[in-house]
Nanobody, 127 residues
Framework: QVQLVESGGGLVQAGGSLRLSCAASGRTFGRYDMGWFLQGPGQTRAFVAAISRDADFTVYADSVKGRFSMSRDNAKTTVYLQMNSLKPEDTAVYYC????????????????????WGQGTQVTVSS
């Protein structure tokens, strides 16, 4: 069982930056690939970024490449999402999720591949 708690959301102007954090409970954090997803108003939840259990691999949605950066600190059982050059269309609730890793360089991107979810943190970008 993994419990996830996101933090760091808030209101920022377009062009600004935020760093989201996701703190995980449990001693098996290093066995999980981690992902960030977003859900805008009236929209389905969508993939943002993911990182492998040992941080060797990261993948990003095309919409955030070059602007967002995901990292993890296994000693602190925490993952981060650094968001730069924010746009109004980035406004959404951001969710952290954990997926039992199969290794082999595979980083999951589909919602159904993730077993545990946080409660989400709101990010609002004003124009």
């Amino acid at each position: 069982q993994v419990q996830l708690v996101e933090s760091g959301g808030g209101l920022v102007q377009a062009g600004g930056s935020l760093r989201l954090s996701c703190a995980a409970s449990g001693r098996t954090f290093g066995r999980y690939d981690m992902g960030w997803f977003l859900q805008g108003p009236g929209q389905t939840r969508a993939f943002v970024a993911a990182i492998s259990r040992d941080a060797d691999f990261t993948v990003y949605a095309d919409s955030v490449k070059g602007r967002f950066s995901m990292s993890r600190d296994n000693a602190k059982t925490t993952v981060y999402l650094q968001m730069n050059s924010l746009k109004p269309e980035d406004t959404a609730v951001y969710y952290c999720a954990a997926s039992q890793s199969i290794g082999l360089g595979y980083v999951p991107q589909a919602l159904r591949e993730y077993n545990y979810w946080g409660q989400g943190t709101q990010v609002t970008v004003s124009s």
